[in-house]
């Protein structure tokens, strides 16, 4: 080959690779490499651990500067929002820190404003209260399943926004998170309840049609966050399809929501105990044990 041949042959352009060239794409392949690694249980527990430690510093400081928080935990069913709140209360002072989980509303409290149970959970000062769901009923489960009027649906999404805005005047800290699963992974969770008979109490008839009405959650869901997704109060979205990486992202930015100072106090010395003083206690034979079976 003479070397102008040559030269113009290595000036050419490569040519394009044909279908038949191009190795197929692995839809598996492609998927793993965008799911993220898994977190091991040695990560994990070490992780949880160290933020509950600073959510019990937490604790020390809303108790000594006498602040009141408000933190909601919206999303779909199956969605994680009960595991956070346990890991989050896990180590905390059920005095500080209240769970708020309240059920159907009674025939009276139907014909109340529609705030009030939810106002008389609210905390005082030195508290912190965790709402298991909240007020925003009303634009989910209501909405979606008939429970309320065209007009009272349209009353929240106006008088929601309001109302927020008067707790966070009185001095309460107002943070809302909402757990974002995908379908696939609450129809497995489910599946999961299904066959565990330690989880079925888990799976309500709601819960079932809820997967039927999957769209219309999606667009009740969509209408609340327009009217009360704001500056002054936003929502934080929580990507839970992931239960373990949810739990920590979420306690990680709960605690950089309110700052807080180290109030650990100094090593604490465990008294000796006195000697006793000839007082005879009762013989053991006179008090009804529980077997010991194990």
Not at 48 to 66: A, S, T
Not at 149 to 171: A, K, N, V, W, Y
Request: charged share 35%; proline share 6%; net charge positive.
């Amino acid at each position: 080959m003479s070397k102008k041949k040559k030269k113009d042959r290595e000036n050419q352009e490569p040519e394009a690779l044909t279908s038949a060239d191009q190795k197929p794409l692995d839809k598996k392949q492609d998927k793993d490499e965008k799911k993220p690694k898994k977190l091991k249980n040695k990560f994990y527990n070490k992780e949880l651990k160290r933020l509950q430690i600073e959510l019990v510093k937490l604790q020390e400081w809303i108790k000594h500067k006498g602040l009141k928080v408000v933190v909601l935990f919206e999303g779909r069913d199956a969605a994680g929002k009960g595991g956070v709140i346990k890991r989050i209360s896990q180590r905390m002072n059920p005095r500080i820190c209240r769970v708020v989980a309240l059920g159907t509303p009674t025939e009276r409290e139907k014909t109340q404003w529609y705030f009030q149970r939810y106002s008389a959970h609210l905390p005082a000062a030195g508290e912190m209260v965790l709402f298991d769901r909240s007020w925003y009923n009303r634009a989910g489960v209501e909405r979606v399943m008939g429970f309320c009027t065209e007009e009272e649906h349209r009353d929240f999404l106006q008088s929601c926004p309001e109302f927020e805005r008067m707790l966070i005047r009185s001095g309460i800290i107002l943070i809302k998170y909402w757990f974002s699963v995908s379908n696939e992974e609450q129809e497995r969770r489910f599946q999961s309840r299904i066959e565990d008979p330690t989880k079925r109490w888990k799976l309500s008839p709601m819960d079932l049609e809820s997967r039927r009405r999957w769209q219309e959650y999606s667009k009740a869901k969509d209408e609340m966050m327009a009217y009360t997704d704001n500056k002054q109060s936003p929502w934080y979205v929580v990507n839970a399809d992931n239960k373990k990486r949810a739990r920590l992202n979420c306690v990680r930015h709960l605690l950089k929501r309110i700052p807080y100072k180290d109030l650990t106090p100094d090593p604490i010395k465990l008294p000796r105990r006195p000697p006793d003083k000839g007082y005879v206690r009762p013989p053991l034979s006179e008090q009804t044990f529980v077997p010991d079976y194990y």
